[in-house]
């Protein structure tokens, strides 16, 4: 991300504020299941860890179906631009 900022020619202070707001966007998620998993008790945290199982087991899948979308998309932006 700090590469792509650089390399946009922005203002460096615009720059900057780009990068906070990417660490936010990056960092919140986390906080906010530190701050479920302490707050809200035994039944939160019981849910949490059921999702947290869930997910190791369905990883792989999810990880790999989520990439072929991703290379998908890229390779049909790609070939787009390809045919201008």
């Known amino acids: 991300a700090i590469a792509a900022i650089v390399a946009s020619g922005i203002h460096p202070v615009a720059g900057i ?3 906070l707001v990417y660490n936010v966007a990056f960092v ?3 906080l906010a299941l530190i701050a ?3 707050l809200a008790g035994a039944r939160m945290v019981a849910k949490l860890d059921a999702t947290g199982d869930w997910l190791r087991e369905r990883a792989p899948v999810i990880l ?3 990439l072929a979308v991703a290379g998908v ?3 049909a932006v790609g070939l787009a631009r390809l045919g201008k």
């Open 17 to 19: 504020g780009l990068v």
């Open 73 to 75: 998309a890229v390779a």
């Open 64 to 66: 790999a179906a989520l």
């Open 36 to 38: 479920a998993r302490r």
């Open 28 to 30: 919140s998620p986390l």
